[in-house]
């Protein structure tokens, strides 16, 4: 059973910066990619970003891109997302997740193990 655990969630003002974490269990977490995915009040679960197994090929959501990063440290199991420049259209409950494989993809039903998620609130 793996368990993920985010946190650095809060409430920041538009333009501002947060960095959410999530810290995984068992000794599996290398072999596997990892994503980051994003819930708002009425609206469907969406992709925000994912990493591979390696960390060496990441992909993020049109609405992210070049604001958000996604890390990996496959020492400490830990996956990371640094987001910048925050619009309140970010506000939403983040979630991270693991893939059923190495490469990271943007579909929520190809993730088989979830956090419980941490809430980003983006005043403006």
């Known amino acids: 059973q793996v368990q993920l655990v985010e946190s650095g969630g809060g409430l920041v003002q538009a333009g501002g910066s947060l960095r959410l974490s999530c810290a995984a269990s068992g000794r599996t977490f290398s072999l596997y990619a990892m994503g980051w995915f994003r819930q708002a009040p009425g609206k469907e679960r969406e992709f925000v970003a994912a990493i591979s197994w390696s960390g060496g090929s990441t992909y993020y959501a049109d609405s992210v891109k070049g604001r958000f990063t996604i890390s990996r440290d496959n020492a400490k199991n830990t996956v990371s997302l640094q987001m910048n420049s925050l619009k309140p259209e970010d506000t939403a409950v983040y979630y991270c997740?693991?893939?059923?494989?190495?490469?990271?993809?943007?579909?929520?039903?190809?993730?088989?193990?979830w956090g419980q998620g941490t809430q980003v609130t983006v005043s403006s």
């Open positions: 997740a693991r893939d059923r494989v190495p490469y990271g993809r943007a579909q929520p039903r190809e993730y088989d193990y």
